[in-house]
């Protein structure tokens, strides 16, 4: 598995900037919603905090000099965090209980997050779809837009409203934290039950976070909120991995989780 993470660009020097990350780094430490998706700190984290974080958690450099190039994710780290996501796959398919997956990154990780759920399913867990078609307005850089939230093989999803057949996919792209304040509403409201695990990423996890049910989720090298969520007590695993190479690329990591979790069809 960690031959396949280096190889594979999902950790190692990974596509995302050291540029980009040390901007977005800045944006949380201002408190900008746009990188907070969904999580309200506890503490105030300058950016040296968030770069001392990010190095222990990811491994990208720590050094504040070092401004250009590709960023870095330590293949070890990203084993151990992989490690513990699995591990409360296999608690939480042991009890049964509820689930929610979400993502807002269909193009990429739908069929990551799609097999979980099956895997879930198959073992006795609840794999929950409320407020199924609702819409949200969701601020992006182009403006307010509705998007419809939308179900594909248990997984919730974001689309432009008439943009593909409703069950087709893959979806938006989004970081918003309030698609799953929506879901997570409707359940509350008698749509079904509350999960007991969110699984996603983005504002997924850091939305279902902040309102105090547990999360687990995948993040980039640029996301610092899900691990603030970790380190704040928020996020129960983040895994730091590049979250936009190729689909293909995450089915090994895919087979790698359901067998650790012994979910496995």
């Excluded at 031959?3 to 995302?16: D, E, Y």
């Excluded at 050291?18 to 503490?43: H, N, Q």
């Excluded at 409320?130 to 307005?137: C, M, T």
């Excluded at 939308?150 to 974001?158: F, P």
Aim: glycine share 10%.
């Amino acid at each position: 598995m960690r031959s396949h993470l280096l190889s594979s660009g999902l950790a190692g020097a990974v596509a995302t900037s050291r540029e980009r990350s040390l901007t977005r780094y800045r944006m949380f430490a201002a408190r900008d919603p746009r990188v907070l998706i969904g999580l309200e700190p506890k503490y105030d984290w300058c950016f040296a905090d968030l770069l001392h974080l990010m190095s222990q958690r990811c491994g990208v450099s720590a050094d504040p000099k070092d401004t250009s190039g590709h960023d870095v994710i330590d293949p070890d780290r990203t084993m151990v965090a992989l490690d513990a996501f699995a591990d409360r796959l296999a608690t939480v398919a042991a009890t049964g209980a509820p689930v929610l997956l979400g993502t807002g990154h269909p193009h990429r990780l739908l069929g990551f997050y799609a097999a979980l759920a099956a895997g879930l399913s198959a073992a006795g867990c609840d794999v929950l779809t409320p407020a199924q078609g609702r819409s949200v307005d969701i601020t992006t850089r182009f403006g307010v837009r509705t998007y419809n939230l939308d179900y594909v093989r248990g997984v919730a999803l974001m689309r432009e409203p008439g943009a593909r057949k409703a069950g087709s996919e893959p979806g938006a792209h989004t970081h918003s934290p309030l698609p799953v304040r929506v879901v997570l509403a409707a359940a509350a409201d008698g749509a079904g039950p509350l999960p007991a695990l969110v699984v996603g990423d983005h504002g997924w996890v850091c939305g279902a976070g902040q309102l105090g049910i547990e999360a687990i989720g995948l993040a980039d090298s640029d996301d610092p909120a899900l691990f603030v969520g970790e380190a704040e007590g928020r996020v129960s695993v983040a895994v730091p991995l590049d979250d936009t190479v190729r689909s293909d690329y995450y089915r090994p990591l895919t087979r790698y989780v359901l067998n650790r979790a012994c979910l496995s069809q």
